[in-house]
C-alpha cells in the first residue's frame, strides 16, 4: 500500500521560512517524479515544485521560483520542499503526489498517481 505522509506545515510570519517533508513509502521512490502541489478553498489545486526521479530535475511555478527549493533523498525515500520568504499569498494546503508513467509517440501516460492528506502552511502576521 503506497502512502504518502506530508509534514512541516504551520504558522509563519511573512518573510519567515519553512521545511516541508513528504516521506514515501510502499513504492520504489526513486522511479517516481515527485510533486508538490498548494490549494486555497474555492481554488483549483496549484503545482507548486516538481522534481524527477533519477536525474533529479526541477521545475517550479512563476509564483515560487527563487523562493521554494524542491529536494529530494531517494535514500530516505523522501521529498522536501524548502519555502523561504513566505508570503501570505503562499497560505494553502500543500500536498504532495507521487506519478510515474511513460512516453509513447511523444505523448506521456500516467500510470500510477499518488497523493498525500496535505499539510497546512499559514503565512500570516
Known amino acids: 500500500q503506497v502512502q504518502l505522509a506530508e509534514s512541516g506545515g504551520g504558522l509563519v510570519q511573512p518573510g519567515g521560512s519553512l521545511r516541508l517533508s513528504c516521506a514515501a513509502s510502499?513504492?520504489?521512490?526513486?522511479?517516481?517524479?515527485m510533486t508538490w502541489y498548494r490549494q486555497v478553498p474555492g481554488k483549483e489545486r496549484e503545482l507548486v515544485a516538481t522534481?524527477?526521479?533519477?536525474?533529479?530535475?526541477?521545475n517550479y511555478a512563476d509564483s515560487v521560483k527563487g523562493r521554494f527549493t524542491i529536494s529530494r533523498d531517494n535514500a530516505k525515500n523522501t521529498v522536501y520542499l524548502q519555502m523561504n520568504s513566505l508570503k501570505p499569498e503562499d497560505t494553502a494546503v500543500y500536498y504532495c503526489?507521487?506519478?510515474?508513467?511513460?512516453?509513447?509517440?511523444?505523448?506521456?501516460?500516467?500510470?500510477?498517481?499518488?497523493w498525500g492528506q496535505g499539510t497546512q502552511v499559514t503565512v500570516s502576521s
Open positions: 510502499g513504492l520504489a521512490f526513486s522511479r517516481y517524479g
Open positions: 503526489n507521487a506519478r510515474d508513467g511513460y512516453y509513447h509517440n511523444n505523448v506521456y501516460t500516467v500510470t500510477e498517481n499518488y
Open positions: 522534481i524527477t526521479g533519477v536525474r533529479g530535475s526541477t
